[in-house]
Structure formats: structure tokens, C-alpha cells
């Protein structure tokens, strides 16, 4: 009996069961095989961006035989009737683009630091867009406070067309998590980086917004000239479901240092004497709205 030759390939398209496996020999369409299905499962086994060996059986149709070791993963908790179920909306990021608009809507900034945490939480590195920047006389008087923080900020305007070819540059050749509020622009900017992209992304995020959670469809879009980028609206919904509240202050990056210096273990960065994180608010080293975002998060609030 010959051995199957497996044939590597890439998630781009999940849908009730059925996979989109991109390979260098064509795109094919997938099933699990039998045996990956054994047992409860307690998250999903197979997912959009996932690495996986399919066997061939016949032309464009094949199975998937195994799946490899995510890198990580975007997992929002699935509560169902027979136990918690992780649900994944995107396996394997190389980042996340966070898309907040200057105005019109007003940037929601406590969305983008729970966002920020949940991505420093997966180790995915981050992109922020600060959109509409033509609608307000300096963007970097509400977004520049991040960039003090580390992370990366491309100032753009699809309606200027500003700031589009440095965001298109970021997109290539990654796989990019997508997320922001609704009306902030993103599939504008789309648009401009690629004919019809935003479109079509917007077209699978209404049918993802309306279907049911166990039968959505989720879709990455190739770039030209490479890379994949996947809306994620799920992040909307994610709960910090398996995160203790003593490790928020782990991911905020201008706390993190600042911990191990407070005169007692278990501060709660509030009242206790010896807070070095109260010392460095204080002292003006901590941006007062952050540290809001942060005890909000930590005490479990919106």
C-alpha cells in the first residue's frame, strides 16, 4: 500500500464545516478527517488561518488529515448547553489593525485598550489606524499617546488618500486580524488599497454579524502581491474570559515595569502606600486615560 502524499496549505475560507485550503497546487475544498473529530471537542479543531496537510480526493476536493501547532490564536468563549466551547476567529495572525476613526464617529479609546490588551495577552503585534484624519485639526493629540506607548500608528484618510500606500505597505505579505467600530471607515480604506476589497470584506461581515455563531462564515482576502487580511468583528464581543484580574496590569506595557517596584504584592494600584504606579500617575509618567481603561478592565466594567 503507498503512503498518501499530503499537501500543505493554508485556512482562507471556513464555512459549517467545510474549509478552503489554498495550496500551491490550487485551492481545494476540506472536510476534517473522521478521526481529528474524536472525543468533545473544546474549541474548534480546524479554523481560518490555520496551517493543515490535506490528502487529495479528487480534483479540488480534499480531506484534512491533520492541523499544525497554532502560533496563537483570536478565541472568543462559545457558552453552549454541554460546556464552554473556544470558538476561533482567526488562527495565526501576524497582526492586528486596529481602526479607529478621528471623528465621525468619536474614537472609542477604551474599545481600542481592551482590544490592545487582548492582542498583548496573544503576543500579536499590532497596528493602530487612526482614520478620518482630514476631519480634525491634529490626530496625534488623540492617537499620539500610543505612539509614546510603542505601538504604531499610520495617520490616513481614504478620502485624501493619505496615508493609504504606508498601510498597504503593512499589509504585505501578512496575515492581518482587522477590527474596529462600525462607520470608522475601514472598508473605505480598503477600497483605496485594493479594488473592491473593502466590498467584499463588508458583504462577509454582514452575513457574519447575522448568522449564528456555530455556522458563520469566516473568510481571509488575499492581497495583491501578498498576504491575507480577515475582518474580525468578533472582537467586539470578546470577553477577557480567561484572564485573571491580577494580570491586566502585565498588558498594559507602561505598567508592567512599574509593579514590581510597589511596597506590597497584592496593590491594587489604588490607594496602598509604596504604589509605584500611583508615584508614576503622580508624577505624570502614566496617561490618566489609560490608567482609567485599566482599572475598568480589571474590575470587570465596559
Given amino acids: 500500500m503507498t503512503e498518501t502524499t499530503l499537501i500543505q496549505g493554508l485556512v482562507i475560507k471556513a464555512q459549517s464545516g467545510f474549509f478552503s485550503v489554498e495550496t500551491e497546487q ?109 476631519t480634525v485639526k491634529d490626530a496625534k493629540e488623540i492617537f499620539g499617546l500610543y505612539e509614546n506607548l510603542g505601538y504604531r500608528v499610520i495617520y490616513t484618510s481614504a478620502n485624501q488618500n493619505i496615508g493609504v500606500g ?55 482576502f488575499p492581497l495583491n502581491g501578498g498576504g491575507y487580511v480577515a475582518d474580525t468583528p468578533g472582537w467586539k464581543s470578546l470577553a477577557l474570559w480567561d484572564t485573571e484580574a491580577v494580570e491586566i496590569d502585565a498588558y498594559f506595557p507602561e505598567l508592567r515595569d512599574l509593579v514590581q517596584h510597589c511596597q506590597f504584592s497584592d496593590c491594587s494600584h489604588t490607594h496602598e502606600p509604596g504604589c509605584a504606579v500611583q508615584a508614576a500617575l503622580k508624577d505624570g509618567k502614566i496617561f490618566k486615560e489609560r490608567f482609567e481603561s485599566f482599572i475598568k478592565l480589571r474590575d470587570g466594567q465596559e
Avoid at 479607529?100 to 492582542?119: G, K, Y
Avoid at 455556522?215 to 481571509?220: A, F, I, L
Fill in 166 to 220: 504606508e498601510l498597504r505597505t503593512a499589509l504585505q505579505n501578512k496575515i492581518s486580524a482587522l477590527a474596529g467600530p462600525s462607520g470608522v471607515g475601514k472598508s473605505s480604506l480598503l477600497n483605496v488599497i485594493q479594488d473592491g476589497l473593502g466590498l467584499a470584506v463588508r458583504e462577509i461581515s454582514k452575513v457574519m454579524d447575522k448568522g449564528k455563531h456555530t455556522t458563520v462564515t469566516r473568510q481571509m
Fill in 26 to 134: 490550487g485551492l481545494f475544498v476540506c472536510q476534517l478527517r473522521g478521526k481529528l473529530k474524536q472525543g468533545r471537542a473544546v474549541g474548534d479543531i480546524a479554523a481560518l488561518g490555520d496551517r493543515v496537510h490535506i490528502s487529495v480526493v479528487q480534483e479540488n476536493v480534499g480531506v484534512i488529515e491533520n492541523v499544525e501547532e497554532r502560533k496563537q490564536a483570536i478565541v472568543r468563549l462559545d457558552p453552549r448547553p454541554q460546556g464552554e466551547y473556544q470558538q476561533v476567529l482567526l488562527a495565526n495572525a501576524d497582526q492586528a489593525v486596529f481602526v479607529f476613526a478621528c471623528a465621525h464617529p468619536s474614537p472609542r479609546l477604551r474599545m481600542l485598550d481592551r482590544f490592545l490588551v487582548i492582542a498583548e495577552k496573544q503576543n500579536i503585534p499590532v497596528i493602530i489606524v487612526a482614520n478620518k484624519i482630514d
